[in-house]
């Protein structure tokens, strides 16, 4: 794990269900936050569910700009088991990191490795028996798709929601101080990721 620092949220003084964490990663080369939504519960190893935001956004806009705590409680009332939502930044690269590994940062090594890890250490529902599934909106669905491919056996499930599917495609959403890095990625990709 390359955490060196890891600050957790008093859960007095945050909404309901919500845990924040601010981890200080040797793969970031500095601190990521990643938001956490689950019900408390005494089971052990519920399954993780990884949300991946797109361009611009942070580990913040799933919940506050897409309620999606409240889609969970309404999947829950539908019958569906419990599971934890994990939604970590991207590493706030610019516009958006692409959840690659580049010279500045690994983000994607901050994704597969420490966020997982900072879970399953803070979140006694989690253990590395948990199934960890990853989804993405966007940029985010392009970063599942990649991770997910990448990682089979870390990842049970992959899902991507209006995916960019090639780098070519960022092109239309960030500006090139943000782009020239995510051309250049740190290792090769293409064998295991998608086209670029």
């Not at 990521?32 to 797109?54: C, F, M, R, W």
């Not at 994990?86 to 690269?93: E, I, L, N, Q, Y």
């Not at 958006?96 to 010279?103: A, I, R």
């Not at 901050?110 to 997982?116: L, R």
């Amino acid at each position: 794990m390359a955490i060196h620092r890891l600050e957790v949220s008093n859960n007095s003084y945050t909404a309901d269900n919500f845990v924040t964490l601010t981890a200080y990663s040797s793969h970031l080369k500095g601190r990521g936050d990643i938001s956490i939504y689950q019900e408390a519960t005494s089971n052990k190893n519920v399954p993780i569910i990884v949300l991946l935001h797109g361009v611009y956004g942070s580990h913040w806009v799933w919940s506050q700009l897409g309620g999606v705590h409240k889609v969970y409680q309404q999947l829950r009332s539908s019958g569906l088991n419990e599971f934890v939502l994990v939604m970590p930044s991207d590493g706030a690269h610019a516009e958006g990191s692409g959840y690659l590994p580049l010279k500045n940062a690994d983000y994607e090594a901050w994704i597969v490795d420490d966020v997982i890890s900072a879970v399953i250490q803070t979140q006694p529902m989690c253990s590395s028996s948990s199934n960890i599934y990853i989804t993405g909106l966007s940029m985010g669905g392009y970063g599942a798709l990649c991770l997910g491919a990448k990682y089979p056996t870390i990842f049970s499930g992959i899902s991507a929601h209006s995916s960019i599917t090639e780098l070519d495609d960022f092109n239309h959403f960030v500006d090139e101080h943000t782009l020239k890095p995510l051309k250049k990625p740190l290792i090769s990709t293409k064998a295991t990721c998608l086209k670029h």
